[in-house]
């Protein structure tokens, strides 16, 4: 079945922990990015990768690192995870740029104490 | 910045009715998507309108899109109580890699 994966589903961390979000596809795709969802802010990106060793950052880097050294992969890393992290997080997925819908995974909720 | 925004923020109906949320943008665009999502669940495409299209049709859904006024209606017809969900417009603008999303309007379909 094509699909995003992103584990965990649920993470509760304290602050300064550094902790690692990972996201996988199986679709072949070259486009992956990291979204957050907040109340009343709706999804904004944090990074993006448009193929293997590209990212660059979106919206929101602040307090974020990724990395792209497969196809398949595109991890979120929070060196020092503080509370205004706490949020849903989204990792998607699409082929080339332009014109292609992005896939979705089903979200991790992480919470930083 | 946000660049899609929706209208209204929520919605109630009941099943058998139409359901219409709209979304307005700011800059030119070269497609306009709508995606769907189920409290607290990744978001699920639904239709993708390009710039030079004014109509798409799926199933039950139809978007449209006047990009003179910058705005795209989505219509759910014969609403379903499954049909619960919200409901977020995304524009995927000239000179960048990304689709930036609206804030989402909440449909409730009551049985």
């Known amino acids: 079945e094509a699909q995003v994966t992103q584990n965990p589903r649920y993470l509760i961390t304290v602050t300064g922990k550094k902790l690692t979000v990972t996201c996988s596809q199986n679709?072949?795709?070259?486009?992956m990015s990291w979204y957050r969802q907040d109340p009343g802010l709706g999804l904004r990106q944090i990074y993006y990768?448009?193929?293997?060793?590209?990212?660059d950052k979106g919206d929101v880097p602040e307090g974020y690192k990724v990395s792209r050294k497969e196809k398949r992969n595109f991890p979120l890393i929070l060196e020092s995870p503080s509370p205004n992290q706490t949020s849903l997080y989204f990792c998607?997925?699409?082929?080339?740029?332009?014109?292609?819908?992005?896939?979705f995974g089903n979200g991790t909720r992480l919470t930083v104490t | 910045s946000q660049q899609g925004e929706e209208d209204p923020q929520a919605l109630s109906i009941q099943e058998g009715e139409n359901a219409t949320m709209n979304c307005s943008y700011k800059?030119?665009?070269?497609?306009l998507q709508w995606y769907r999502q189920n409290s607290g669940r990744g978001l699920v495409h639904l239709i993708l309108?390009?710039?030079?299209?004014r109509e798409k049709h799926s199933g039950r859904l139809r978007v449209t899109l006047d990009t003179s006024k910058k705005s795209s209606s989505l219509l759910i017809t014969a609403s379903r109580a499954a049909d619960t969900a919200s409901y977020f417009c995304?524009?995927?603008?000239?000179?960048?890699?990304?689709?930036?999303f609206g804030t989402g309007t909440r449909l409730q379909v009551f049985p």
């Open positions: 998607a997925s699409s082929p080339p740029w332009g014109n292609s819908p992005l896939h």
């Open positions: 679709m072949n795709h070259e486009y």
């Open positions: 990768s448009m193929n293997v060793e590209v990212t």
């Open positions: 800059t030119s665009i070269n497609n």
């Open positions: 309108i390009r710039s030079n299209e």
């Open positions: 995304a524009t995927d603008t000239d000179n960048t890699d990304k689709l930036i």
